[in-house]
């Protein structure tokens, strides 16, 4: 940990995500009469739909479809009231309920020093510094508290806090994380 309280990272990069798109929530439904949109954030406290300026939507088996975000405003702590270039009625809203909504990774906004993206952590084989083999994260969630690695190997689940007394390092490009093993940490 260094002074500020941060964990430490190997390198300060971030790597595209799948396709080079960032999921960041669903269409939940149509808002109003003038073909605004209900976006529930896979993440409530994110601040992204406040610096990008389009989203892509997409359903299944369809590719991802561009669109111009014009506006967004906050509902409510879970929901985003947004409104698209092409989407002018409740009708063409409501066409879109259930589509999936991303983001280019490379216009995410900028990170402070230490912090770091769920989908970067997603895919990375957690060890001890001993070298022990812990498994690969497959989600990250928040606790109120702190944020938590679900670590999972064959059968087995491990919840990680992410906090600078467990974490060692993050090194995104080898995906990789590090984390000491507190005693009942791993049991």
Known sequence: MDAAGRFPTLNESNPAAPGGLVRIGYIAGAHGLKGALRLKPDDADSSTLEAVRRLF???????????????????????FRIALEGIATPEAADALRGAIVSVAAAE????????????????????????????????????????????????????????????????????????????????
């Open 108 to 187: 995410m906004p900028a990170l402070a020093e230490g912090e770091f993206y769920y989908f970067q952590a997603i895919g990375c084989v957690v060890t001890t510094e001993a070298g022990a083999r812990i498994g690969v994260v497959e989600e990250v969630f928040s606790n109120g508290a702190n944020d938590v690695l679900v670590v999972r190997e064959g059968g087995r689940e491990i919840l990680i806090p992410a906090i600078a007394d467990v974490i060692n390092s993050l090194d995104f490009d080898r995906r990789r994380i590090v984390i000491e093993a507190l005693p009942g940490l791993l049991e």
């Open 57 to 79: 939507l997409s359903r299944a088996g369809a590719p991802p479809r561009e669109y111009r975000l014009n506006a967004v405003a906050r509902l409510n702590r879970t929901t």
